[in-house]
């Protein structure tokens, strides 16, 4: 099992980015998809989630200026950041998480660090 995330970097505030989460050796589609962020000193955070069939959830900092989106047939997630605030830094990681009858499947990308500064 493997997730890629990819496309942080550094960006001026207000600026966008869009990151993008390739999987592989399970069946994505099958698989609830999210972005969790940590900044330096605090907590993983939930970002925003999708599930199989598209429902998308955000927390309420990230309404409006994020975007979760996925591509089953490509086996990637995304997410698409605009308006991008300091406040924004940190790194920022893919899940992918299923619960079954057969048990509970978590797996966690490396993270891609996002620095939102001027």
């Known amino acids: 099992v493997q997730l890629v995330e990819s496309g942080g970097g550094l960006v001026q505030p207000g600026g966008s980015l869009r990151l993008s989460c390739a999987a592989s050796?399970?069946?994505?589609?099958?698989?609830?998809m999210r972005w969790y962020r940590q900044a330096p000193g605090k907590e993983r955070e939930l970002v925003a989630s999708?599930?199989?069939?598209?429902?998308?959830n955000y927390a309420d900092s990230m309404k409006g200026r994020f975007t979760i989106s996925r591509d089953n047939a490509k086996n990637t997630v995304y997410l698409q950041m605009n308006s991008l605030k300091p406040e924004d830094t940190a790194v920022y990681y893919c899940?992918?998480?299923?619960?079954?009858?057969?048990?509970?499947?978590?797996?966690w990308g490396q993270g891609t660090q996002v620095t939102v500064s001027s």
């Open positions: 899940n992918a998480y299923r619960s079954s009858w057969s048990g509970q499947y978590d797996y």
């Open positions: 050796g399970f069946t994505f589609s099958s698989y609830v």
């Open positions: 999708i599930g199989s069939a598209g429902t998308t």
